[in-house]
């Protein structure tokens, strides 16, 4: 994942940003880049690769100057060469960015027939360009970032330098981290506090929305609207693990909160926007020839596997088996000629999944790994790795990594149909636009935190608790069921919706929470009236669904959560948030711990 570093300094600052993007080299990137303004120019080193070249790169030219950002990225568009790497200069702008554009396509279109030209494939470029656009109309710095920030779509985290200010660093923030530090003399930007570990002490967290000037005397902070904010400014604290959290209370809530940049991070690798495609890393097999697939996983990693036989079958018209990892090599699985064997892992190193996998390749099925760890055992073995970039997991529950893999398992998909000739080019542009729609998304969905979490003492109590869905939405009630399991340690199940009245209904009465995953669509009627049959007989309903079907199906639950209105394909994806954070504010209500929850452990080793 990208990384962000930037030092209004008293003194040189090329050392000191290259040992925070060290610090945060745990982060992944493909290439590095540094930019500090000297004597009213803009000086720039930047490098592909790993930080040693970066490093030999400032060895034979050294960079002098007392202000710089810096950053480490993940390739989006096209390789990952100097050309695309950051920071990124456009007349008097330097930019560095992390997250994603969502509609950097027409801005970029808007730009182009306004004479503007691009050095690089990335969404980046357009921001930079969108604000020396306003300065050369005459606007200051920070009247030309306030002008640009509302037209920028998705999440993002953004440093800018300017060629005419010697003493400010503007940042800003959408669903993206960001990390204010502070010294005497000298103040420090970071996306993470580990980023600034070495630099400040004292630190203060931007929130959603904010944008910040950063002068070598005084942070000023703005929030969505402008108005002028103060932020806490907090001890970094001295523990790694203090630090990772943030000002969050649990790192689950913090991974949770860190979806949006992360699933843009993800996806930055997969989608193309300039062509309006989905890109999967080079491969040494043909994926036309794939006459069916197998997806083995474990717990939630199963899900997605779940997720992704719909979305297999329903683009590509593949055959999809779906297979426990730990239950698959003792049945005895017939394993036919041109079957694509895919493992989903957090970790890469899960016993049961990591021994399907070998018994998959042993057996001549072609393997592909949706895996986040890209040094594990299975990503080495796997003949197609397609990363993650969730980064650093620590709470046991999945989250973030659970919304990756469902990124990636999408992309594997488009891929499929596409190899298959299931899809034509306008289908695929259409799938593009929605699967850049996701971290926005999700960010509205985060929206609703607060709400869920008053809604949770309801639940609290519960002795069961079940949760409905229809197609892909009921591997996502199963993962709602297992987190809730997890960390609070109430008996809860998920169901298929058609399948309450073969059984399950008995158990309903007016001490059952239910919770409906129904976001309005094809599926949507059919759900509601199995929700019907449960209310009928006591159940309490906790609805999660859009305006529309909120409008249509609320009146009688107990508790609504509204989601934005998005495509069926990536509603899995986006209504995984408010289960997620059910399940925490429940364990948090009943005093659980919520990130080492008892019997369980991040990474299962063992069979």
């Known amino acids: ?69 810096a950053h480490t990225r993940w390739a989006t568009h096209g390789a990952p060469t100097e050309d695309n790497a950051h920071p990124h200069i456009v007349g008097d702008v330097t930019i560095v960015h992390n997250g994603i554009i969502e509609n950097f396509k027409p801005l970029r279109d808007e730009l182009i ?114 108005a002028p904010v103060e932020r806490a400014i907090v001890p970094s604290g001295v523990s790694p693990a203090l630090i990772d959290k943030g000002n969050y209370r649990h790192f689950m809530l913090k991974e949770i909160h860190e979806q949006p940049v992360m699933v843009a991070q993800t996806l930055r690798s997969y989608l193309r926007p300039i062509e309006q495609q989905v890109a999967l890393p080079d491969m040494d097999f043909d994926l036309s020839r794939i006459e069916r697939v197998t997806i083995v996983a474990c717990g939630t990693a199963g899900y997605v596997g779940m997720i992704g036989k719909y979305w297999i079958e329903r683009f590509a018209r593949l055959p999809v ?31 049961d999944t990591l021994a399907a996998l070998r018994h998959m390749k042993a057996n001549g099925v072609t393997t592909a790994g949706i895996i986040n760890v890209p040094t594990s055992s299975m990503a080495r073995e796997v003949d197609l790795l397609l990363s993650t970039h969730a980064g650093p997991e620590i709470g046991v529950a999945s989250t973030k990594a659970f919304t990756c893999q469902l990124a990636v398992m999408g992309c594997l998909a488009v891929n499929l149909a596409r190899a298959k000739g299931k899809l034509d080019a306008e289908e695929e542009r259409e799938i593009v636009g ?23 003492g309801t639940i609290a109590g519960a002795r069961d608790v079940l949760y409905l869905g229809r197609g892909p939405d009921y591997p996502l009630a199963l993962e709602g069921a297992l987190k809730l399991k997890e960390i609070s340690y109430i008996h809860a199940e998920g169901y298929a919706s058609g399948e309450m009245k073969h059984g399950p209904i008995a158990l309903i009465d007016d001490q059952v929470p239910l919770i409906v995953l129904a976001p309005s ?87």
């Open 1 to 69: 994942m990208c990384g962000i570093v930037g030092i209004v300094g008293a003194a040189p600052v090329a050392e000191r940003l290259f040992e925070g993007l060290k610090r945060l080299e745990y982060r992944g990137y493909d290439s590095a880049g540094i930019a500090t303004l000297v004597d009213g120019a803009i000086e720039r080193r930047r490098a592909q690769g790993k930080l040693s070249n970066l490093a030999a790169r400032l060895a034979e030219s050294p960079l002098p100057g007392h202000l710089g950002i």
């Open 113 to 226: 027939a306004d004479g503007r030209t691009f050095l690089s494939q990335t969404d980046t470029e357009v921001v930079a360009h969108l604000v020396d656009r306003e300065l050369k109309r005459g606007r200051t710095p920070e009247s030309a970032v306030k002008a640009v920030l509302p037209r920028l779509h998705g999440a993002f985290a953004i440093a800018f330098l300017f060629a005419s200010a010697p003493d400010m660093l503007i940042a800003a923030r959408l669903g993206a981290p960001l990390t204010i530090g502070y010294g005497t003399g000298e103040n420090y930007l970071g996306s993470d506090a580990h980023a600034l570990a070495g630099l400040s002490d004292r630190i203060a967290y931007l929130e959603e929305g904010d944008w910040a000037v950063l002068t070598r005397e005084a942070v000023r902070i703005f929030d969505r609207d402008n």
């Open 321 to 351: 088996e779906v297979d426990v990892a730990s239950e698959f090599r003792y049945r005895d699985p017939v394993l036919l000629p041109n079957t694509l064997g895919v493992v989903v892992s957090q970790s890469g190193e899960t016993a």
């Open 434 to 456: 929605h699967l850049t729609e996701v971290p926005a998304a999700i960010n509205a969905a985060l929206a609703h935190d607060d709400e869920i979490a008053e809604m949770a």
């Open 521 to 607: 669509g094809p599926l949507f009627d059919k759900t509601v009236s199995n929700m019907a049959e449960a209310q009928a007989r006591g159940a309490q309903v906790v609805l999660i669904s859009d305006a529309a079907g909120l409008a249509q199906a609320g009146e009688d639950a107990v508790a609504t959560i509204e989601m934005p209105s998005v495509h069926p394909l990536i509603a899995p994806i986006v209504y995984a948030v408010p289960v997620q954070l059910l399940a925490y504010h429940v364990a948090v209500a009943k005093g659980t711990d919520v990130d080492q929850p008892r019997n369980l452990a991040k990474s299962v080793t063992v069979e």
